[in-house]
């Protein structure tokens, strides 16, 4: 199969053992007015809030190589970073894949579990891993990823386009309780920073340990604030002496 070409600001699509699909995938992704009109919203009628509980999800998983069940209820009594790409055997996904993977046991560490969800079926998923990475595969991977055929986890979560049918950069960090801590979006082009991740799952954490409060920029070796009147000045004077 050819290699799709697209529009400004859009993706491609690459080769891949189910052709149909993506040369369907393709024509949605070389859309000419592409931020304008495909990708422009979703239609989802409800989207989890932060401090509120994450939608439960249950679908087929590929991880470690083996087809597996899954779902929210697997990662009770730990921290889950959940995050949704676009499509298999495109470009920006797999770097932020292998990049979550590389990390994965820095995540393990602080008693979090990362997993990747794409509408996706679980038989693309591991032809996907099985594809070595100079080829634009996944190759070894150390996180699940969940497959969304029917799209309603993505529709859960309010992140799915409706009209293409795929989903947005979404990613949710959802405490042991279910609840999710933070939610944030990006549009296609763009990946995300996983260091980030993990710096925001820390703060999260230490928030709940310590009762104190995490300032912009906070990393474990900062300070942090006390979140009261007096508690604050003693941060404030700190900090800009």
């Given at each position: 199969?050819?290699?799709?070409?697209?529009?400004?600001?859009?993706?491609?699509?690459?080769?891949?053992?189910?052709?149909?699909?993506?040369?369907?995938?393709?024509?949605?992704?070389?859309?000419?007015?592409?931020?304008?009109?495909?990708?422009?919203?979703?239609?989802?009628?409800?989207?989890?809030?932060?401090?509120?509980?994450?939608?439960?999800?249950?679908?087929?998983?590929?991880?470690?190589?083996?087809?597996?069940?899954?779902?929210?209820?697997?990662?009770?009594?730990?921290?889950?970073?959940l995050f949704f790409y676009p499509l298999d055997f495109t470009f920006v996904?797999?770097?932020?894949?292998?990049?979550?993977?590389?990390?994965?046991?820095?995540?393990?560490?602080?008693?979090?579990?990362?997993?990747?969800?794409?509408?996706?079926?679980?038989?693309?998923?591991?032809?996907?891993?099985?594809?070595?990475?100079?080829?634009?595969?996944?190759?070894?991977?150390?996180?699940?990823?969940?497959?969304?055929?029917?799209?309603?986890?993505?529709?859960?979560?309010?992140?799915?386009?409706?009209?293409?049918?795929?989903?947005?950069?979404?990613?949710?960090?959802?405490?042991?309780?279910?609840?999710?801590?933070?939610?944030?979006?990006?549009?296609?082009?763009?990946?995300?920073?996983?260091?980030?991740?993990?710096?925001?799952?820390?703060a999260f954490q230490f928030v709940e340990t310590h009762g104190e409060v995490?300032?912009?920029?906070?990393?474990?070796?900062?300070?942090?604030?006390?979140?009261?009147?007096?508690?604050?000045?003693?941060?404030?004077?700190?900090?800009?002496?």
């Amino acid at each position: 199969m050819r290699e799709a070409k697209v529009a400004t600001g859009g993706l491609k699509v690459s080769a891949s053992p189910h052709g149909n699909s993506v040369n369907k995938a393709s024509r949605i992704l070389t859309c000419p007015v592409l931020q304008k009109t495909c990708f422009s919203t979703s239609t989802a009628g409800w989207a989890p809030a932060v401090t509120q509980h994450a939608p439960h999800f249950k679908a087929t998983a590929v991880h470690n190589g083996e087809f597996k069940e899954m779902s929210l209820d697997d990662f009770k009594g730990k921290y889950l970073v959940l995050f949704f790409y676009p499509l298999d055997f495109t470009f920006v996904c797999p770097t932020e894949i292998i990049s979550f993977s590389d990390k994965a046991s820095e995540f393990h560490d602080i008693n979090c579990e990362v997993v990747g969800v794409s509408v996706d079926s679980h038989f693309t998923h591991l032809a996907w891993i099985n594809t070595p990475r100079k080829a634009g595969g996944l190759g070894n991977i150390h996180i699940p990823l969940l497959a969304d055929l029917n799209k309603q986890v993505s529709r859960d979560y309010g992140i799915l386009l409706e009209g293409p049918g795929i989903a947005l950069r979404g990613l949710f960090i959802i405490d042991p309780s279910g609840v999710v801590k933070h939610m944030s979006v990006n549009d296609l082009p763009v990946g995300r920073c996983v260091d980030e991740t993990l710096r925001l799952v820390r703060a999260f954490q230490f928030v709940e340990t310590h009762g104190e409060v995490c300032p912009a920029s906070w990393t474990p070796d900062s300070p942090t604030i006390k979140p009261t009147p007096e508690g604050s000045k003693e941060y404030f004077e700190k900090v800009n002496n």
